[in-house]
Each structure stands twice: as C-alpha cells, then as structure tokens.
C-alpha cells in the first residue's frame, strides 16, 4: 500500500517536497514512480527511482534540473523535490510501484492516493 502526501498550495518559484511512503516488506523491491494529472489533462510521467537508487528517470527538459526524486528504503519513503515551481506544475500527483521501470502509468502494480498541488502567482 501506498500514501502520497505532502502536497499543498506552492508560489510560483517555490518548492515542495512531496512523499510517497509504503507499507510492507517488499518495498525495496520495487521502482517507485511519480505521475501527476494536471486539470483536464491525461495522466503524465513525472519520474522514477530504481531500487536502490541508482537510476533515476526524469520527464523531460522541463523538469530535469527542477525536480529531484530520492528514496529511503529504511523508511519506506521516496521523496519528489520539486524547485522553481510553475503555474504549469498544478496538478494531482500521484505515486506508483512497479517491478520495472515504465513510463506508462496503465501498467502500474501499486498505486497511492493523489495528492494536490497548487502554483500560484
């Protein structure tokens, strides 16, 4: 099982760090990825972290070098840093597991509740 929280109302150039945190054993087993729906959009690959943290996969240009995704298998917890936050970055994010990496949110195994985040001006 698993529970996203930490999201909240962000200004636009801000940060927040969102946490995805999983009951069980197996955690470890699996790569953990972050996907967001931002209003009256599909859902969209964020990113993902590998088992033991050495890989890490980020969406696209736009993100890269603004969002920063690390994980404490210690404490069952993956975190999404997100800086210089956007009007664009809206949206409910949402935490998945898989055995696998993908950036397909379709076939996902595990999945969080949202939780929203809000950049405003």
């Known amino acids: 099982q698993l529970q996203a929280f930490g999201g909240g109302l962000a200004q636009v150039g801000g940060s927040l760090r969102l946490s995805c945190a999983a009951s069980g054993r197996a955690f470890n087993l699996y790569v953990i990825h972050w996907f967001r729906q931002p209003p009256g959009k599909e859902r969209e690959f964020v990113a993902a972290i590998s088992l033991d943290s050495s890989g890490t996969y980020i969406a696209d240009s736009s993100m890269k070098g603004r969002i920063t995704i690390s994980r404490d298998n210690a404490k069952n917890t993956v975190y999404l840093e997100m800086n210089s936050m956007k009007p664009e970055d809206t949206a409910v994010y949402y935490c998945?597991?898989?055995?696998?990496?993908?950036?397909?949110?379709?076939?996902?195994?595990?999945w969080g509740q949202g939780t929203q985040v809000t950049v405003s001006s």
């Open positions: 998945a597991a898989r055995r696998t990496y993908t950036t397909n949110w379709e076939i996902m195994t595990y």
